[in-house]
């Protein structure tokens, strides 16, 4: 305590307060950024009692302008005021009242946007801290759905990682059961799931790892008869199949959908990655307007697959589809990502929209609206 | 000499070789000196001499559908590199 006189501010009530706020009085709040988080004056400027002599002139750079402090009952705002007033400024007023009577006054009030709940922010604390993220990145992650083709080699690392980190809805079609020969690299499964469905023992282990992440399971073979039902509701597209006429059909399907694929494919030692995002990029077909002949597309049943191979290229995946449902960075769009395991490169093309292409080409608009499927066609 | 990089499927055969160097000016010369010393890979590659439509050749990373096809110039310094759609992946696709 000093014996200088208590420098000259005054003190109002909540009601007296609201109303100097209506006049046109900058409001500061002097608590501290917690309790700003748990609902504000509206248009109010938050200045913790610490910071208010320091900053206050970047704020309110004219001493003469009228200012309203207040805190969450009065103690702390009296003595920013007395700072304030020995700083020069002229008109300083102190709410001496809980800021609860702020509200009953009718005073305006801005309630905390509650993202994520305190468990969310608990689980994804370390992403959320990423500035690209954030809460309301948490937020897209929560609110998004993936559908995966394929919950084997390359759908495993994708799931694991894609819940983890909090994607709301995972879809998984595949109509197949583990085999002990998928266990090498088909992470999701374990022995104690031999003979189980695929999309059974992902969903188990998928809870397991995350009960907030929804699984829609879709024990189907993707074709041409409902490749758009399964895509229709979801956001990303994550192609892990192994087979041709199935690329071509998803493919074409999200094309005319204008739904992004995230494409991955292996080979022993060797393997690709690439995003086709419709209209602003190339599509599948672009890339490779033919299929091939069989022997030159043996699936790994026949010409086997390093385990890490999968897990490697599927978190590629994982990682375009992270910006993708993000709207951050550069996806792989116009590129394809080659990976060799056995010499550690990475190596990549461009790939670009073929003006002929049947599916996303001149004579196919991005405006138009999606063309029906044509049962056959 | 230029490089031309064979893709996994392809690798029976050169022998297992990842790359082959070659000689050529363009695209075309640089494929049939590879056609010279491995000539299961000409039929693999082509179709009536003309690229075959499922595999994708690019000099670096530029696809030559988009530059002057087998004319392409080749520097020595180049990488040829010679991809086929790959299928890989989870079985239960199908």
């Given at each position: 305590?000093t014996?200088?006189?208590s420098?000259?501010?005054?003190e109002?009530?909540?009601?007296?307060?609201?109303?100097l706020?209506?006049?046109?009085f900058?409001?500061i709040?002097?608590?501290?950024?917690?309790?700003?988080?748990?609902?504000?004056?509206?248009?109010?400027?938050l200045?913790?009692l610490?910071?208010?002599v320091?900053?206050?002139s970047?704020?309110v750079?004219?001493?003469?302008?009228?200012i309203?402090l207040?805190?969450?009952?009065?103690?702390?705002?009296?003595?920013?005021?007395?700072?304030?007033v020995?700083?020069g400024?002229?008109?300083v007023v102190s709410?001496?009242a809980?800021?609860?009577?702020?509200?009953d006054r009718?005073?305006r009030?801005?309630?905390?946007?509650?993202l994520?709940?305190?468990?969310?922010?608990r689980?994804?604390?370390?992403q959320?801290?990423?500035?690209?993220?954030?809460?309301?990145g948490?937020?897209?992650?929560?609110?998004?759905?993936?559908?995966?083709?394929?919950a084997?080699g390359?759908?495993?690392?994708?799931?694991?990682?894609?819940?983890?980190?909090?994607?709301?809805?995972?879809?998984?079609?595949d109509?197949d059961?583990?085999?002990e020969?998928?266990?090498?690299?088909?992470?999701?499964?374990?022995?104690d799931r031999?003979?189980?469905?695929k999309?059974?023992s992902?969903?188990?282990t998928?809870r397991?790892?995350?009960?907030?992440?929804?699984?829609?399971?879709?024990?189907?073979?993707?074709a041409?008869?409902?490749?758009?039902r399964l895509?229709?509701?979801y956001?990303?597209i994550?192609?892990?199949?192994?087979?041709?006429d199935t690329?071509?059909?998803?493919?074409?399907?999200?094309?005319?959908l204008?739904k992004?694929?995230?494409?991955?494919?292996?080979?022993?030692w060797?393997?690709?990655v690439t995003?086709?995002?419709?209209?602003?990029?190339?599509?599948?077909?672009?890339?490779?307007?033919?299929?091939?002949?069989?022997e030159?597309?043996?699936?790994?049943s026949?010409?086997?697959?390093?385990g890490?191979?999968?897990?490697?290229?599927?978190?590629m995946?994982?990682?375009?589809?992270?910006?993708?449902?993000?709207?951050?960075?550069?996806?792989?769009?116009?590129?394809?990502?080659m990976?060799?395991a056995?010499?550690?490169?990475?190596?990549e093309?461009r790939?670009?929209r073929d003006?002929?292409?049947?599916?996303?080409?001149?004579?196919v608009?991005?405006?138009?609206?999606?063309?029906?499927?044509v049962?056959?066609a | 000499?230029?490089?031309?990089?064979?893709?996994?499927?392809?690798?029976?055969?050169t022998g297992?070789?990842?790359t082959v160097?070659?000689?050529?000016?363009?695209?075309?010369e640089?494929?049939?000196d590879?056609?010279?010393?491995?000539?299961?890979?000409?039929?693999?590659?082509?179709?009536?001499?003309?690229?075959?439509?499922?595999?994708?050749?690019?000099v670096?990373d530029?696809?030559?559908?988009?530059?002057?096809?087998?004319?392409?110039e080749v520097g020595?310094?180049d990488t040829?590199?010679?991809?086929?759609?790959?299928?890989?992946?989870?079985?239960?696709?199908r």
């Amino acid at each position: 305590m000093t014996d200088q006189p208590s420098p000259a501010f005054r003190e109002v009530d909540a009601a007296d307060a609201v109303r100097l706020a209506d006049e046109g009085f900058h409001v500061i709040d002097v608590r501290e950024q917690s309790e700003w988080d748990g609902g504000h004056v509206a248009g109010a400027t938050l200045l913790p009692l610490a910071d208010v002599v320091g900053r206050i002139s970047e704020v309110v750079p004219d001493r003469d302008a009228p200012i309203l402090l207040h805190c969450e009952v009065g103690g702390r705002s009296a003595r920013a005021a007395a700072s304030l007033v020995r700083l020069g400024y002229t008109n300083v007023v102190s709410m001496k009242a809980p800021v609860t009577q702020w509200k009953d006054r009718g005073g305006r009030w801005e309630e905390p946007v509650q993202l994520l709940t305190s468990g969310q922010q608990r689980r994804y604390a370390r992403q959320v801290l990423i500035p690209e993220i954030g809460q309301e990145g948490q937020r897209k992650l929560l609110d998004a759905k993936v559908l995966l083709i394929g919950a084997g080699g390359l759908g495993s690392p994708t799931a694991l990682y894609l819940a983890a980190s909090g994607v709301g809805t995972i879809g998984l079609v595949d109509d197949d059961v583990v085999e002990e020969s998928n266990l090498q690299r088909q992470v999701l499964h374990g022995v104690d799931r031999l003979g189980m469905r695929k999309v059974d023992s992902a969903e188990l282990t998928i809870r397991g790892l995350n009960p907030g992440t929804t699984v829609v399971k879709h024990t189907e073979r993707m074709a041409a008869d409902n490749v758009e039902r399964l895509i229709e509701p979801y956001d990303v597209i994550v192609d892990g199949t192994d087979n041709f006429d199935t690329r071509y059909v998803l493919n074409d399907a999200a094309v005319r959908l204008r739904k992004p694929v995230v494409h991955g494919s292996i080979y022993r030692w060797d393997g690709q990655v690439t995003t086709f995002v419709p209209f602003a990029g190339p599509c599948y077909r672009c890339m490779y307007p033919t299929q091939p002949p069989a022997e030159l597309a043996p699936a790994c049943s026949v010409a086997g697959v390093l385990g890490v191979l999968p897990g490697i290229v599927g978190l590629m995946q994982a990682n375009e589809v992270f910006k993708l449902l993000l709207g951050v960075g550069e996806t792989l769009a116009g590129r394809l990502l080659m990976f060799d395991a056995m010499g550690t490169t990475f190596d990549e093309v461009r790939i670009w929209r073929d003006p002929a292409c049947p599916a996303c080409g001149e004579g196919v608009s991005a405006e138009s609206p999606p063309r029906p499927t044509v049962p056959g066609a | 000499m230029s490089t031309v990089r064979i893709p996994p499927v392809l690798r029976e055969n050169t022998g297992g070789n990842r790359t082959v160097d070659v000689s050529g000016a363009t695209v075309s010369e640089a494929l049939e000196d590879l056609f010279a010393t491995h000539p299961q890979l000409r039929a693999r590659v082509t179709e009536d001499g003309q690229l075959s439509s499922f595999i994708n050749v690019y000099v670096n990373d530029r696809d030559v559908r988009y530059r002057d096809g087998l004319a392409t110039e080749v520097g020595p310094d180049d990488t040829i590199i010679l991809l086929p759609a790959m299928a890989g992946g989870a079985r239960s696709g199908r």
